[in-house]
């Protein structure tokens, strides 16, 4: 008989948040919310902000006064911030599991099979520990025979304190209460509309949909993915460990500007800055493009007058290198750009996708040569270590204007050198 295999699913709590924290431990213990791009509406929460009736997607105008009365804190997104502690976690639980899978930026799956000599829940404990000493992020793990039934050991390990954040339903004893206690709209892989049709078949928790005996009606309603759910609630393992990162079919990059923007020289370096870090994000994964689409839009909110326009380009020859791309972006801005809007949003997408390796040349275009190559790999090399845009094509500006909203935005503490937190020994304590 084949051995089950163990998952462990390691979550971090309230994570922007938890990073926030990180480097400013005043913030504990206090309603704290962070805001999305342009500072419009709070993104994530501490559980003291929630405690106060904030909810995840409120305008911040609509609970700024809340968060003051309950002497709360604000702060805008700090992406950097939140991608580099990330590296750090998944660095952290790699050397720790046979086998890990990234699910997102604040989860990931461990393959814990070989280890139960250590004991579970110890070693479970041991991993949280480890996670909030050398990172400082607290994590929750929920341990069981399948990615679905971990999902649910974590979720309640983080709602009940009794669990301390570690919840083993690999003990059977335990997984029929477990599955009772959690909402079927809570279930990994159900969605807030297939919960509602669920609920219509009297099906409203794990337990329900577990023991659902109507199959071909899951299939109908859940489809193929909602019916292995069901069967991973029974303990059939459907999803492994994917321990390859998925390869992006397309990469968008677009952010609302900080005000209205008229002038075509701001649009063009707004244009410019979005096509470079899209393109640094596809050599990341080893990628070139054959399409470039762009697209300008002003506010739809606004009593302005309004209008959208797109346009895209397809290169004979694959490319991956910023300037190339750029060039053929400002060319798309000249024949879609109109004079007397007020634009809010730009832009730009990188499709049809392959491989750098695998990228077929054309004799009527000119490719990417050997030392345009060696050039973006040196920048990305520079960019990575000294923190981004530290190099970057003049055409992205200097001093932008245009840039989004960021007044309460926390400092780069571990991706600029400027910026790292100091500390003075020499001060008296006390």
Known sequence: ???????????????????????????ENIPVIILSNNDGCAVALSKEAKN?????????????????????????????????????IMETLEGLCPQMEIYSIDEAFLNLSGLEHLGLDEYARFIKDKVRRDVGIPVSVGIAY???????????????????????????????????RIPVGEIW???????????????????????????????????K?????????????????ETTANIKKQII????????VSDKFEVREALASYVSRASEKLRGQGSSCRTLSIWLTTNPFSKTPQYFNEHSAKFLSPTSDTRRLIKEAFSLLDEIFREGFIYKKVGVSLSSLAEKEMGQLNFFEKSDDPKSESLMKVIDAINQREGRETIKPLACGVNPMWKMMCKKKSAHFTSRWSEILCIDIDKKVG
């Open 1 to 27: 008989m084949k051995k089950k295999t163990i998952f462990a699913l390691v979550d971090c709590n309230t994570y922007y948040v938890s990073c926030e924290r990180v480097f400013n431990p005043k913030l």
């Open 253 to 260: 990059s677009s952010k609302s500007f900080g005000h209205g």
């Open 146 to 180: 399948t990615k679905v039934l971990a999902k649910v050991a974590n979720w309640h390990a983080k709602k009940s304190t009794k669990a301390e954040g570690v919840l083993d339903l690999t003990d059977e004893r335990y997984l029929d209460e477990a599955l009772r």
């Open 52 to 88: 106060l009736g904030i909810k995840r997607g409120d305008p911040f105008f609509k609970v700024e006064k809340l968060l003051k009365k309950g002497k709360g804190v604000a702060l805008s997104s700090n992406y950097s911030l939140y991608g580099d502690l990330s590296n750090r």
């Open 225 to 241: 993915t909602g019916r292995q759910v069901q069967d991973e609630l029974r303990g059939i393992n459907c999803f492994e460990i």
């Open 189 to 223: 892989g159900v969605g807030r509309r297939s919960a509602e049709k669920l609920k219509l078949m009297g099906i409203h928790t794990g337990l329900d949909l577990r023991d659902y005996p109507n199959e071909r009606l899951i299939l109908k309603v859940l489809t």
